[in-house]
């Protein structure tokens, strides 16, 4: 996927301490694809920040441009807010 990181992205990861290999991990093999509002779509994946504990990381990606811009990323403990049953 050909993409840019917007600088409040990148603001983001650098304050959340979320590595651009793991965004990418993300934005290459995501576990979930969610629809979005403006065209927006969240790449998520539950992920082990090395603590044994899972956060779920999200990425907020604009894709209905070329190249798709990573709005914003972050990682949260509310899994069960956001996780989609299939």
């Known amino acids: 996927?050909?993409?840019?990181?917007?600088?409040?992205?990148q603001t983001e990861?650098?304050?959340r301490a979320i590595s651009l290999?793991?965004?990418e991990s993300v934005?290459?093999?995501?576990?979930?694809i969610l629809l979005e509002r403006d065209g927006r779509?969240?790449?998520q994946s539950k992920v082990d920040f090395g603590?044994?504990?899972l956060f779920l990381l999200r990425v907020i990606v604009a894709d209905d441009i070329d190249p798709k811009v990573v709005i914003t990323v972050y990682r949260t403990t509310?899994?069960?807010?956001?996780?989609r049953q299939p």
């Open 1 to 9: 996927m050909t993409y840019k990181i917007s600088r409040q992205a």
């Open 13 to 15: 990861m650098e304050r």
């Open 21 to 23: 290999s793991l965004v």
């Open 27 to 32: 934005l290459e093999n995501p576990q979930q």
């Open 41 to 43: 779509k969240v790449y």
């Open 51 to 53: 603590n044994g504990k």
């Open 78 to 83: 509310k899994i069960d807010k956001y996780w």
